[in-house]
């Protein structure tokens, strides 16, 4: 069957049905449908949905769906979501996220989470077993977890673990482990272990072992050895 009726149009056609409407138009298609309307454009088709409206744009498509809109662009896709934002960056992801934003940077991972700022340049992150935290920037970076430590400026260095110490500017050096401390600046040496210790000034050196003592100044000079059958003092 048709119809057509004018003035301005109607037009209407089965064996299951096409519809056309004008005056800036209407268009109907069925078998499970389609459907598009002008004055700048809506268009709509199923089948598990598709969906389109212009002025700019905006689109939807399901099965689980997809969005898009434009004027500088929007961006939406789901079966567990991924998300876009543009006028300089926003972008979401999930199945446990992932968001990224720019001017400059910001960027998130979940899953039991990265975080990172750049501007700023700061991040941090929780991992499965330890809480961590790290900062970066220009001039400094900065690391921390349960069991370590960790900085860095133009000047400064520092290290931290639970068996470890370590500290460095341009004027000291410093050491520590279990067994072994040492510690440097312009002016100092020191050095110790379980059977050593070591120390120099600009003045004086001192040096002992299980075995030897050693002490040196500008008026002094000071020396032991430990010998099975007793001791033998020099000076």
Known sequence: AG????YRVRFFVTERVRFFVTERERFFVAERVRFFVAERVRFFVTERERFFVAERVRFFDA???RFFDAERVRFFVAERVRFFVAERVRFFVTERERFFVTERVRFF?????????????VGVLLCYREWVR?????????FV??????????????FVTERVRFFVTERERFFVTERVRFFVTERVRFFVTERVRFFVTERVRFFVTERVRFFVTEWERFFVITITVGVLLCS
């Open 3 to 6: 119809a057509l009726l004018c």
């Open 63 to 65: 099965e689980r769906v």
């Open 109 to 121: 991972d979940a899953e039991r989470v990265r975080f990172f700022d750049a501007e700023r340049r």
């Open 134 to 142: 790290f900062f970066v920037t220009e001039r400094v970076r900065f």
């Open 145 to 158: 977890t349960e069991r370590v430590r960790f900085f860095v400026t133009e000047r400064v260095r520092f």
